[in-house]
């Protein structure tokens, strides 16, 4: 019979059997961004379900929005980006923003060495598992929508399902005057679900872009941009009870739990987790006001960083 060192070896065949045993963990952070603040509602997701994870989150609020700017442009921008954050040692990259993930995901994915998630395809896994008459919205930015990027993928998972998208542009403003008007103590009552302050005009754009979707009669509407999640109140009073509303930012909080586990890179236990706020914006005092109601919580002052032209 023929023996192996490990066999012969009671030390060597112990030490393994420890060495497989014991968990492998990595506290380096994640780095996360987006065009602005909206990404901090996957940010919040991703710390509600990894705890123990620190963060660095970059948001490039001096070049918001990315919506309007070409695909060339905006993936320019990814590029720029996810090689600062790598560069400050993060062990997983997350593209918390559709329009980037549109333009920038691949190229991200082919040019660094750790893992990219991006926005749209955990949305579009979700969407499409959800769906029972296989008729789904998408509401995203007008290069979101243009790249077709959330149809490709819905359709790459089922291709019986029909989707229809419709750029709704206007409502990364909505979010944005919403909560500059929420400061007020009578419209903080008003907002204390969804953090906005929602006018009465603000309703008439809503239905004006959703009106035709919920004439499709989908049943399952995916919000498209980082900043949608906040209006969740508003889309779900126009698309009635019977539409799901699907938000990527949940769904990409999973991924990056199951990507981190899958490599043995979760945080330890006992990891004291740090967040820190970085922004291409001079107006920083903005920027930590807005992003303390899109996180929930109170955030750091951000740092400015100064991004060379692309």
Not at 84 to 97: N, P, S, T, Y
Not at 129 to 156: F, L, Q
Not at 271 to 283: D, G, L, M, V
Request: glycine fraction near 8%; charge should be negative.
């Amino acid at each position: 019979m023929q023996n192996s060192n490990e066999d012969t070896n009671p030390a060597l065949a112990s030490t393994r059997g420890v060495s497989e045993s014991l968990p492998s963990y990595d506290d380096a952070p994640i780095g996360i961004f987006d065009s602005g603040f909206g990404g901090l509602t996957v940010a919040r997701e991703i710390v509600e379900e990894l705890p123990n994870e620190s963060i660095v989150y970059f948001g490039d609020t001096a070049r918001c929005p990315y919506g309007p700017r070409s695909q060339e442009e905006v993936d320019g921008f990814v590029q720029q980006i996810c090689t600062w954050l790598v560069e400050r040692g993060v062990k997983l990259l997350v593209i918390a923003c559709n329009t980037a993930t549109a333009a920038g995901l691949e190229h991200a994915q082919r040019t660094f060495s750790v893992p990219v998630i991006g926005a749209v395809e955990p949305g579009a896994r979700a969407a499409a598992r959800a769906t029972k008459n296989r008729r789904v919205g998408v509401i995203a930015t007008k290069g979101t929508v243009e790249s077709d990027c959330y149809p490709r993928a819905i359709r790459h998972i089922d291709a019986g399902i029909t989707v229809f998208s419709t750029a709704t542009p206007k409502f990364v403003d909505i979010v944005e005057q919403g909560i500059r008007i929420s400061n007020g103590p009578i419209e903080d009552l008003t907002s204390k679900a969804s953090k906005v302050y929602i006018r009465p005009a603000f309703q008439e754009i809503a239905q004006d872009y959703l009106e035709p979707l919920r004439r499709c009669g989908v049943d399952t509407l995916v919000l498209g941009c980082t900043h949608y999640p906040m209006l969740k109140a508003l889309i779900g009073g126009v698309m009635g009870h019977g539409v799901l509303l699907v938000s990527s930012a949940e769904e990409m909080a999973k991924d990056v739990r199951a990507t981190l586990a899958l490599r043995g890179q979760l945080a330890s236990p006992d990891n004291e987790p740090t967040h820190e706020f970085f922004t291409s914006s001079h107006a920083v005092d903005d920027f930590q006001s807005f992003g303390s109601r899109v996180f929930n919580r109170e955030i750091g002052r951000p740092v400015h960083v100064d991004l060379p032209a692309w």
